[in-house]
Nanobody, 115 residues
């Protein structure tokens, strides 16, 4: 069982920045693909970015050039650096760990961007 704990959310003005962190329990973090997702009120959860165990990254078009996903295997932590935030980025952000067919989710952290 893997437990994920997100942190770093908060209230920020448009154009500002936040860095989200996701700390994973256990010893298999370095083998897992880590991802960030978000869910805005009244909308479905959507994919934001992914980083593989080998460090390859992918991100949604809506955040490309503004958000950067990274990982520190020594700290069992994945990060989502969010710059140039927009009001439409307001959502609960979730971290996901994927190892084979096993997926684990964190509890989420709220990000609110004011205009």
């Amino acid at each position: 069982q893997v437990q994920l704990v997100e942190s770093g959310g908060g209230l920020v003005q448009a154009g500002g920045s936040l860095r989200l962190s996701c700390v994973a329990s256990g010893s298999i973090f370095s083998y897992a693909t880590m991802g960030w997702y978000r869910q805005a009120p009244g909308k479905q959860r959507e994919w934001v970015a992914t980083i593989t165990s080998g460090g390859n990254t992918m991100s949604a078009d809506s955040v490309k050039g503004r958000f950067t996903i990274s990982r520190d295997n020594a700290k069992n932590t994945s990060y989502l650096q969010m710059n140039s935030l927009k009001p439409e980025d307001t959502a609960v952000y979730y971290c996901r760990s994927l190892l084979g067919t096993r997926a684990y989710w964190g509890q989420g952290t709220q990000v609110t961007v004011s205009s």
